[in-house]
């Protein structure tokens, strides 16, 4: 496997979960209301989004940030912000949530990981398209709606067949914040 990127940028996993771990993310509107939240949030604050994968109570993402401008911190705040303005939360705030005024729908902290080469980079793009295998949602990554396998794949980096034996799979990360 060959991935190309712009090596100016800096290049971080991150592993991000709802609030309890609840499996809120995956319904019908809450994908859409995320994928507006990436949208509008890459407009505001460009990155280039490498990967994604989302399952029903967490996601994990590799995105690329410009050297100029790498405050991931900023642009995870303004996406949960945009995302949970309206999003569909099973359940309710606790009691520290609601004196805080705050919405259940994430964890507060996220994971984070800088990517430190070409090595690391692939381990963690397997590591995410096969997560919906490793938490028993599918049987095969190719038939997971909610991954960015497919694009990967038009790009190169994936064959057609890859994760369907567990040869094709390289070891995971060791921390992944799950």
Not at 45 to 70: C, G, N, T
Not at 76 to 95: D, L
Request: charged share 30%.
């Amino acid at each position: 496997m060959q991935y190309r990127r712009n090596r100016e940028g800096l290049c971080y996993f991150f592993t991000v979960v709802s609030d309890r771990r609840r499996p809120i993310l995956t319904l019908p509107e809450n994908i859409a209301r995320l994928r507006r939240s990436f949208k509008e949030a890459i407009k505001r604050r460009p990155f280039r989004l490498i990967a994604i994968v989302v399952l029903p109570d967490h996601l994990h993402a590799i995105w690329e940030l410009p050297q100029a401008d790498p405050d991931y911190s900023g642009r995870w705040a303004y996406i949960k912000r945009h995302f949970s303005t309206g999003a569909i939360a099973a359940g309710s705030p606790s009691e520290n949530q609601q004196r805080r005024r705050e919405l259940a729908v994430w964890q507060k902290r996220f994971w984070e990981h800088r990517i430190r080469d070409d090595e690391d980079l692939a381990r963690h793009l397997d590591y995410i398209h096969y997560n919906p295998v490793k938490h028993g949602l599918v049987n095969s990554p190719w038939d997971w709606p909610h991954s960015s396998l497919k694009r990967c794949a038009a790009l190169g980096w994936y064959a057609a067949n890859w994760g369907l034996c567990v040869d094709d799979v390289r070891s995971e990360p060791s921390a992944t914040g799950e």
